[in-house]
């Protein structure tokens, strides 16, 4: 309780600074919906097109997507901010000011800064999803709610997780900003995962299951809720439930990276 305490002063006090300038966060904010809804235009005009991919109608592939943006969105607020600028921070010599706090680095680094704009990217994923869920008519039950907010939990520490395990690149390549948004930004190669990962080669198969496991924060998750028969050694069903367990391992290794990079690292400074 005390760390959430901490935690929500440190949000509270950072909040506080940028809504001086109310109307810069309200544009901002805007300006992510208006990016993220553009995908979602794209979505639309593909099904106007076809009427299915690899078996996956549209609303499928709406709920695949929107459960990818809504768990992305969740792990940005925390993770998203402090790994972009980690290679910056090391450069500069600024990260040496998460060296002597009386706090361990790696909770300084994510307490210090909450990424506001990903609330638009919630909200319309959010919306995205309750809209996908009301032409489905899946069938529920209390033990499939639960499991559903366990890989939104999930999926979202994935996210969070391969974030820190790719910013910790910084400490060996210093400018490590065109890594990360090549692979985690909301244009980069995470975004396969936005389609059926069994439409793509075997290779691709292997690299979103077990190199950057992005598939577990949805695709394999989507296949048990939406029923989907996909074959297949890779696609196998054992999968479906594979989110937790992923991300635990995820994040034990994100932090003994951490770890092992600090080791790594020399200041700056003189």
Known sequence: MSELKLYLLFIKIYMKSKLEYKFAVAVEIIANIINIGGFYVFLTVIFSQVTNVKGWGYYDILFLVSLNWLCNAISGFFFWA??????????????????????????????????????????????????????????WNVLKILFFILVIISGALIHGALLIIISTTGFWVINNEDIVNFIASYDGIRTLIDFPLAAFTPFIQVVFTYVLPFAFVNYYPSVYFLNKQEGGFLLGPYLQFGSPVAAVLLCGMAILLWNFGLTKYNSAGA
């Open 82 to 139: 402090p790994s972009v600028r980690l290679g910056e921070m090391i450069r500069t010599g600024t990260f040496d000011t998460l060296l002597v706090r009386p706090i361990h680095p790696l909770k300084f680094f994510i307490y210090r800064q909450f990424q506001y704009t990903f609330i638009g990217r919630l909200l319309i994923a959010v919306f995205f999803l309750g809209y996908s869920l009301a032409h489905l008519n899946l069938e």
